[in-house]
């Protein structure tokens, strides 16, 4: 069993910053790879960033690089998403994701919290 809950979202102007986090419980979140996941309003869910066991393996989105930082604390069974300069357009429900890497890429396993809702306004 796996359970992720995301918190922090809110309400910023554009060039503000956000930071969310997750709590995960269960056997997988300190073991596996895990990421954040954005769906904004009339489009699919995409990935954002993500992280590897060790944290020291990261990858993200084009459109968040050099403004988003994703990170992990372990012993906390957290992973979090700093988010900087934010724009319009970060506007989505933000969810965390257990997943692994495998051929090049994140993978995503269908284990899902609740999101936060990040609203960015001009």
């Known amino acids: 069993q796996v359970q992720l809950v995301e918190s922090g979202g809110g309400l910023v102007r554009a060039g503000g910053s956000l930071s969310l986090s997750c709590a995960a419980s269960g056997r997988i979140s300190s073991t596996n790879p895990m990421a954040w996941f954005r769906q904004a309003p009339g489009k699919q869910r995409e990935l954002v960033a993500a992280?590897?066991?060790?944290?020291?393996?990261?990858d993200y989105a084009d459109s968040v690089k050099g403004r988003f930082a994703i990170s992990r604390d372990n012993d906390k069974n957290t992973v979090y998403l700093q988010m900087n300069s934010l724009k319009p357009e970060d506007t989505a429900v933000y969810y965390c994701?257990?997943?692994?890497?495998?051929?090049?890429?994140?993978?995503?396993?269908?284990?899902w919290g609740q999101g936060t809702q990040v609203t960015v306004s001009s």
């Open positions: 994701n257990v997943g692994y890497f495998a051929g090049g890429r994140y993978w995503s396993f269908n284990y």
């Open positions: 992280i590897d066991t060790s944290g020291r393996t990261t």
